[in-house]
């Protein structure tokens, strides 16, 4: 049963314009999503991870252009599998809508920013639930909160409930804000760097929440980071993105044992992990990350790259299936001469 | 000499005051920095770490002068003999900035957008009173070349470049008064994880060719604990506890520090270890708890722990603790 | 990467490197003639203060001089732009009225500023004591109507042009004033200028050399927004008669010629005229001012 694909997304595109220049932040990005496990989408700053979650849920601007084959949404909640194609909804159509939240729902990088500050907490988690339920009572509204925050481990629930924003502490309000998330019930739960703005303390606790609730409830989760250390805490499946493109992807004991993607390993190898012998050097990505506008042909990841050939340089490089469910987009793989 | 103490801090606080009303009574004081003594020695690197509000960015701004101490005091060693940097005299100080400079978290904010390159990295020499223009353009290409960024870079402005570019035209600024300590506040934590370990590599690589002093602060412990010779852990203004690097890993005696090492996520798979997850956040700088400033949130916690602060005492082989645990 | 290489002599590899650098003046300049509305600006100010410049040579005509046998006339192949009241070329009058008006709005604007840049330096800056007395002076200035300041001072010494540009510099700065206080309290705590300090820099070059060019951009729109409230002001003033006096010819004493019904109606050259000019110069003022801010930027590059 653990099997079931909950999304299923297939070539996503998306082009953004500014002034009058259109870009490609995210090409051909495929992934799927299983029911109860963790998908983590892992990359730096500007490798669409962001931009491709928004397009998936639609929640995007104008001058945004998406393209997908299909982005399919399962829904699993009664008794036979709806399916949603969301790729041929409107973005801010009634059905669009009534996915984000009781199905979908996202949680944010900054706590600070997805609070409103002029509103109690308890009257921004009931929103979504009066929202999706015409004819609920406010008490009643209330009363789930209430149990939700309970359920999220907030001491003094009742007291908390009647508090603004500003009285909180980061990581309580980031708990709100998976409150918030969590209220109605959804089947997926998107957290963009949901622990990037917090002490590490406190990142291993919400980690925990987001765990817990995983396994209690089933919860399908897509874990967006560029921390490996949470992606080896955390997921089931990991896509690595580099400037706008999945460069591999695969089960977590494929990318962390047997990494393929010159990018994948200089992630692994560039950061220091705890305990690491202080004399050796750590071994670094050269270059720095390339202007989305600038690139042309090839490999993305060709200038940046110690095995980089003729043929890097020409075309789309394809992706290639190492092993069983391993997909890498690197000629190196279709040689065969791996390592 | 190496191994020498370079500054020694003798219960240095730094306390902001909380003023309330229209005639602006002193209610409280915000401690940031409440009583710190330690050494900094010639060429190692301490290593600083603790969550937001443990007043570890503080600590920096007040060993770079940036920020006056309250009490205590802060002695540097100018030219073989102490001095406190309190009394410096304003030459004097100006020599004492020559000496000790730092290297900021945000490469983005750290360099005015106004302005050029050049005009960035040739002030402090002006301020450091080079007059001949040929010779500070050639302490500014040297510079250039030790960070390995191109010389026409100079006649361009800080947003058209990246992140890490701009981290180490921060570090040529840094260093091209040849400084014997380095605070370096959080240098790599806004630059992407690929860069990262480009910009600890050159840090490292300059330290060994110019026998720098660092000061290396951050709330990375996977980067403090790689990049330090001894770390000074810092809970609510205080050291909790002081160590070599390799023991401090290997052998946590401080119930926080035992936290906050089982919090970090390691980028390896099947090392999930037995988790300290702590309850509750870090109590407000203003009013602290009483005795141990960690105990609200300690497992461990005793009765003593409630009423007596405990003191950073060396339990043995330099390695100080602050807990009453181990008495 | 083209990098150039960093032999024995750094100087003179910089030098090389500068040489092969687009400057960013000529970027700047391309930028800018590239804005249509500013250079438009530009050349409407160009015109303005040629035209008040070399007024003489420009028309035939006093701009004082009345001439009884050809008031109020419509536009003719003498007079451009018709007579006034007093049968004085309209045209003239302009071009004259032009030196005063300018004169004043332009100066005006920028002492102002220039106090208001100061103040709000030291006062958003260094804080304290000195902080809090510029800002009750500057409430002081606010609150009190500026008209009574005007006639106690034209009171004591008297109406004219510079007593005018005077009045209006004391008290105009406190917009500016409140503007780059407020940015000097938000820069002072950027990391760039905690790093200008950690190395030792004076607090008076930070001030003037670090934090002032950011705050430029704001103080070229004043600059350029307070021109027109100048011009009007001169006119206002010159209405009530505090102004320069009502013989001299400026665009607001023009303007006050106007001010009777039949005039209104019948004779519309006689406050059309310097109204447009008021008008156009504005307009050119507020283009040239938004140019000059967009290239200001090095961001904007």
């Given amino acids: 049963m653990s099997d079931e694909i909950i999304l299923d997304v297939k070539n996503l595109s998306t082009v953004i314009t500014t002034d009058r220049v259109p870009v490609r932040i995210v090409k051909d990005v495929s992934f799927q999503l299983r029911r109860g496990r963790t998908l983590a989408i892992v990359g730096e700053s500007g490798c669409g991870k962001s931009v491709t979650m928004q397009s998936v849920v639609k929640l995007v601007s104008r001058n945004y252009h998406i393209t997908a084959d299909h982005v399919l949404y399962r829904s699993f909640r009664s008794g036979a599998p709806k ?95 998976i409150a918030i998330a969590m209220i109605c019930d959804p089947q997926i739960i998107i957290a963009d760097e949901p622990t990037t703005a917090l002490d590490v303390t406190i990142q291993s606790q919400i980690m925990e929440l987001m765990k817990q609730l995983q396994t209690e409830d089933r919860k399908s989760i897509i874990l967006i980071t560029h921390n490996m250390g949470l992606v080896a805490e955390m997921a089931d499946d990991v896509a690595v993105m580099y400037m706008g493109r999945v460069v591999e992807a695969g089960p977590i004991q494929a990318i962390f044992e047997n990494p393929l993607h010159p990018y994948t390993q200089g992630l692994l190898k560039s950061v220091p992990v705890l305990g690491m012998a202080r004399d050796k050097p750590l071994i670094a990505i050269p270059g720095s990350t390339p202007n989305p506008a600038d690139l042309t042909e090839g490999c993305e990841f060709a200038g940046r790259c110690p095995y980089c050939e003729a043929a890097c340089l020409r075309g789309v490089i394809p992706s290639f299936e190492a092993e069983p469910g391993h997909q890498v987009r690197c000629l190196r793989s279709a040689h065969g001469e791996v390592n | ?235 609510l203004g205080k050291v909790v506890e002081l160590a070599d690097s390799t023991a401090l890993y290997e052998n946590p005696r401080h119930p926080y520090t035992q936290s906050l090492l089982s919090a970090v996520p390691l980028p390896v798979l099947g090392r999930r270890k037995r988790r300290v997850v702590l309850q509750g956040d870090v109590p407000s700088p203003i009013d602290k708890p009483s005795g141990c400033p960690f105990h609200e949130r300690c497992g461990k916690c005793k009765e003593i722990c409630k009423t007596v602060e405990p003191a950073l005492v060396d339990r043995g082989g330099g390695h100080l603790v602050a807990c009453h645990l181990e008495d | 990467m083209d990098k150039v290489n960093a032999p024995v002599g750094g100087h003179q590899a910089i030098a090389n490197a500068r040489r092969l650098g687009t400057s960013l003046r000529k970027k700047r300049i391309r930028k800018f003639v590239g804005n249509k509305l500013a250079v438009f600006g530009l050349a409407v100010i160009v015109v303005f203060l040629f035209m008040a410049l070399f007024a003489p040579f420009l028309t035939p005509y006093d701009p004082l001089e009345p001439n009884f046998g050809q008031t109020l006339k419509g536009p003719s192949a003498e007079h451009w732009f018709g007579t006034d009241s007093m049968g004085r070329d309209l045209y003239t009058r302009v071009l004259y009225g032009a030196r005063v008006s300018i004169l004043i709005a332009v100066s005006s604007s920028l002492i102002a500023n220039a106090i208001g840049v100061v103040m709000g330096a030291f006062g958003g800056y260094f804080g304290g004591w000195l902080d809090k007395g ?38 105009g700065w406190t917009g500016t004033f409140r503007l780059v206080r407020a940015e000097y309290m938000s820069k002072k705590e950027e990391t760039y ?109």
């Fill in chain 3, 193 to 301: 200028v905690k790093a200008c300090e950690a190395f030792g820099m004076s607090r008076l070059k930070i001030m003037f050399f670090q934090i002032l060019p950011s705050v430029m951009t704001t103080v070229i729109i004043q600059v350029t927004m307070n021109i027109p409230g100048y011009v009007m002001s001169e006119a206002g003033l010159s209405f009530l008669g505090f102004g320069v006096p009502m013989s001299t010819p400026t665009w607001g004493t023009m303007l006050n010629a106007a001010k009777s019904m039949k005039v209104l109606l019948y004779a519309p050259g006689v406050w059309l005229v310097p109204g447009c000019a008021i008008s156009l110069f504005v307009l050119a003022v507020n283009f040239f001012g938004d140019g000059l801010r967009d290239v200001m930027d090095p961001r904007q590059q």
């Fill in chain 3, 134 to 171: 510029l800002v009750r002076l500057s409430e002081l200035f606010a609150c009190f109507p500026q008209l009574i300041i005007v006639l106690v001072v034209m009171a004591f010494i008297g109406p004219g042009t510079f007593n005018l540009i005077l009045v209006f510099a004391i008290t």
């Fill in chain 1, 83 to 177: 399916e949603y194609r969301l790729d041929k909804l409107a973005p801010y159509g009634r059905v669009m809508r009534s996915l984000r939240g009781p199905e979908i729902s996202m949680v944010f990088q900054d706590p600070m920013m997805s609070l409103n500050p002029v509103y109690k907490i308890g009257d921004q988690v009931i929103e979504g639930l009066l929202q999706h339920n015409p004819g609920m009572k406010k008490r009643e509204a209330w009363a789930r909160a209430l149990e939700m925050l309970k359920k999220l481990g907030i001491p003094a629930a009742e007291q908390r409930i009647n508090e603004y924003p500003h009285q909180m502490s980061g990581g309580m309000k980031q708990r709100i804000v």
């Fill in chain 2, 1 to 235: 000499m190496p191994g020498d103490a370079i500054l020694k801090l003798r219960d240095a606080k730094v306390w902001y005051p909380v003023t309330k009303g229209v005639f602006r009574r002193t209610i409280g004081h915000v401690k940031a920095v409440d009583g710190i003594s330690l050494d900094i020695r010639r060429c190692e690197t301490l290593g600083v770490v603790g969550e937001s509000g443990c007043g570890k960015t503080t600590l920096g701004k007040a060993i770079m002068l940036l920020e006056q101490i309250t009490g205590g005091s802060i002695a540097a060693d100018m030219d073989g003999q102490f001095r406190e940097l309190s009394s410096l005299t304003t030459p004097e100080k100006l020599r004492y900035r020559k000496m000790v400079q730092m290297i900021f978290q945000d490469p983005y904010a750290a360099l005015n957008p106004m302005k050029k390159i050049y005009t960035a990295l040739e002030e402090p020499l002006i301020v450091q009173g080079i007059r001949s223009r040929e010779e500070r353009e050639a302490i500014l290409a040297s510079a250039m070349e030790m960070v390995n960024i191109p010389l026409d870079y100079l006649f361009k402005y800080p947003h058209e470049f990246s992140g890490g570019q701009r981290q180490r035209i921060c570090i040529a600024r840094a260093l091209e008064t040849a400084p014997s300590v380095v605070v370096c506040d959080e240098a790599v934590s806004a630059l992407d994880v690929s860069i990262q370990a480009q910009i600890l590599n050159l840090l490292r690589q300059l330290q060994r060719e110019r026998h720098l002093t660092y000061v290396f602060i951050a709330h990375d412990l996977s980067v403090v604990q790689y990049m330090s010779d001894r770390i000074a852990v810092m809970y």
